[in-house]
């Protein structure tokens, strides 16, 4: 994660799955990525233990162990009060934008009027 690097996955891990889970529910962008770093520690300590000093060190790979080790020490930054309010402001601008959006779509179709009423 650092410098652009992202951490080997092993099959077992399904970012998308991990994302809906429920234990992310207030999870912030932060948060998802202080996880995947909590994982990729929890592997490293892995490799760290089962390496002697004479062994070749190993490509660190984080399984979905180490995800669920992450959930243990990681919580969401995010409470259900500021949650609400973050998703009433989300369906305030939906409807601003659906409501500019329309406005924009009649005032084309007033404009095309026009326009073939002046080619006739």
Do not use: W
């Not at 995800?67 to 939906?94: I, P, Q």
């Amino acid at each position: 994660m650092q410098n652009g690097t992202r951490p080997k996955l092993s099959s077992d891990v399904n970012l998308e799955r991990i994302g809906k889970d429920k234990r992310c529910d207030g999870f912030s962008g932060a948060d998802l990525g202080n996880l995947l770093q909590v994982a990729r520690e929890a592997c490293l300590e892995e490799i760290i233990e089962s390496t002697s000093a004479s062994d070749s060190t190993p490509v660190p790979v984080v399984k979905k162990a180490h995800f669920e080790a992450a959930f243990e020490s990681v919580s969401a930054s995010v409470d259900s009060e500021s949650k609400r309010n973050y998703e009433a402001v989300k369906r305030l601008l939906e409807k601003k934008t659906a409501r500019k959006d329309m406005a924009e779509i009649e005032a084309d179709s007033r404009s095309d009027a026009g326009l073939s009423a002046d080619t006739h």
